[in-house]
């Protein structure tokens, strides 16, 4: 009963959480606390002396600043940690592959034809899986889905590389990989922006940007296989002939291929329902994307250290200080044999003249 003799009404559950969600439960909390330690200033709380603050400011009570500040303390803590699981359930998805997928999937980039394979439909619930397969969502996954794990372990070893071919023409120092990293970062998201742009010109307005940079990045792992091809070949120095630009230009074509592939047959990268206008021109632009590889793979090539050959300059001033070495003997001998030639003609004309004479 209250003090008027009638029932005491009691606050409902959905009233009781709602004051709970929105903080004004620390009303009370905070009166009791601040009437028992009015005079401790030195145990207030930052809240505490954020609301006293507010109060002098806005001339609210100081109870009720107080709560409004614990109210969105505590929502600003929810949000930046609910942003982790999902950073984490959205990475596991490009990250979820086993070594049995890669070999699939490196095999596919070479040779990137249509997949006839069929896929599970029993997803994880099933009896046996396919050792190269990939389960994405709790289903088999095509090969054209993009990952994240091939383009990030291509993009490693595509900066150590130039790194190490650096070092062959000893120009190399620890700015190198940064700024080779940097160089290849800033011309995939210029690239990734570009290619945003124009598939959503195309109709593709649902192209999802995490895919497209994991779709462009593997060109990281056809560097890398060309700059391993070109070192071995070259012996660590710029490789030459019909081999090399044979294995180049299939790369080349392999990463183009593997990109329209994948741009034809993923769902997310088609025209919405609606944009049937623009099909022609969703078309000519996943042919002209794979074509720019080309392009952005040769900016991508570092110079190579020129072969260490002895020119002819070289082999010509050899031979000439060979010869001057070997120049005091030979007019010491040249010079003898004239002596004794001159002596023998000498000694002849005296015989003749006496002959003569007599």
Same mark, same amino acid.
């Given at each position: 009963?209250?003090?008027?003799?009638?029932?005491?009404?009691?606050?409902? &559950?959905?009233?009781?959480?709602?004051?709970?969600? #929105?903080?004004?439960?620390? +009303?009370?909390?905070?009166?009791?606390?601040?009437?028992?330690?009015?005079?401790?200033?030195?145990?207030? %709380?930052?809240?505490?002396?954020?609301?006293?603050?507010?109060?002098?400011? $806005?001339?609210?009570?100081?109870?009720?600043? %107080?709560?409004?500040?614990?109210? #969105? *303390?505590?929502?600003?803590?929810?949000?930046?940690?609910?942003?982790? &699981?999902?950073?984490?359930?959205?990475?596991?998805?490009?990250?979820?592959?086993?070594?049995?997928? +890669?070999?699939?999937?490196? *095999?596919?980039?070479?040779? &990137?034809?249509?997949?006839?394979?069929?896929?599970?439909?029993?997803?994880?619930?099933?009896?046996?899986?396919?050792?190269?397969?990939?389960?994405?969502?709790?289903?088999?996954?095509?090969?054209?889905?993009?990952?994240?794990?091939?383009?990030?372990?291509?993009?490693?070893?595509?900066?150590?590389?130039?790194?190490?071919?650096?070092?062959? /023409?000893? /120009?190399? !120092?620890?700015?190198?990989?940064?700024?080779?990293?940097?160089?290849?970062?800033?011309?995939?998201?210029?690239?990734? @922006? +570009?290619?945003?742009?124009?598939?959503?010109?195309?109709?593709?307005?649902? @192209?999802?940007?995490?895919?497209?940079?994991?779709?462009?990045?593997?060109?990281?792992?056809?560097?890398?296989?060309?700059?391993?091809?070109?070192?071995?070949?070259? !012996?660590?120095?710029?490789?030459?002939?019909?081999?090399?630009?044979?294995?180049?230009?299939?790369?080349?074509?392999?990463?183009?291929? *593997?990109?329209?592939?994948?741009?034809?047959?993923?769902?997310?990268?088609?025209?919405? !329902?609606?944009?049937?206008?623009?099909?022609? +021109? !969703?078309?000519?632009?996943?042919?002209?994307?794979?074509?720019?590889?080309? #392009?952005?793979?040769?900016?991508?090539?570092?110079?190579?250290?020129?072969?260490?050959?002895? &020119?002819?300059?070289?082999?010509?001033?050899?031979?000439?200080?060979?010869?001057?070495?070997?120049?005091?003997? =030979?007019?010491?001998?040249?010079? $003898?044999?004239?002596?004794?030639? =001159? $002596?023998?003609?000498? /000694?002849?004309?005296?015989? =003749?003249?006496?002959?003569?004479?007599?």
């Amino acid at each position: 009963l209250n003090r008027f003799g009638s029932p005491a009404r009691c606050p409902s &559950p959905a009233m009781e959480s709602a004051d709970r969600d #929105f903080g004004w439960e620390d +009303v009370g909390s905070s009166a009791g606390s601040s009437v028992a330690g009015g005079g401790g200033g030195s145990g207030a %709380s930052p809240v505490g002396a954020v609301g006293g603050a507010m109060s002098e400011m $806005t001339g609210v009570p100081d109870v009720v600043t %107080s709560a409004m500040v614990n109210h #969105f *303390a505590r929502e600003i803590s929810k949000g930046s940690l609910s942003l982790w &699981p999902q950073f984490i359930g959205a990475g596991r998805r490009y990250f979820n592959v086993t070594h049995g997928y +890669v070999v699939r999937k490196l *095999a596919w980039q070479l040779l &990137p034809l249509s997949s006839t394979k069929k896929k599970s439909g029993d997803g994880e619930l099933g009896g046996e899986k396919d050792w190269a397969s990939r389960i994405v969502e709790g289903l088999e996954a095509d090969i054209e889905e993009p990952d994240m794990y091939m383009p990030l372990m291509g993009f490693v070893t595509y900066v150590l590389l130039c790194g190490l071919v650096k070092g062959l /023409q000893e /120009q190399f !120092h620890p700015d190198v990989l940064s700024a080779t990293m940097t160089f290849a970062l800033v011309l995939l998201v210029v690239e990734a @922006t +570009v290619v945003k742009a124009v598939m959503f010109t195309a109709g593709a307005v649902n @192209t999802p940007t995490v895919d497209l940079i994991a779709l462009l990045a593997y060109k990281y792992v056809y560097l890398s296989m060309v700059l391993i091809f070109g070192l071995l070949i070259g !012996h660590g120095h710029r490789p030459a002939g019909f081999l090399y630009s044979l294995v180049s230009l299939g790369l080349v074509t392999s990463c183009g291929v *593997a990109l329209w592939q994948a741009l034809r047959r993923l769902a997310r990268m088609q025209p919405a !329902h609606g944009q049937a206008c623009v099909s022609d +021109v !969703h078309s000519l632009v996943i042919k002209v994307v794979p074509v720019g590889q080309a #392009f952005v793979f040769w900016l991508l090539l570092p110079s190579w250290p020129k072969e260490a050959a002895v &020119p002819l300059a070289e082999k010509v001033a050899s031979i000439a200080v060979a010869a001057a070495v070997d120049a005091p003997a =030979a007019v010491v001998e040249t010079t $003898t044999t004239l002596a004794e030639i =001159a $002596t023998t003609t000498l /000694q002849a004309l005296a015989d =003749a003249a006496s002959a003569g004479a007599a």
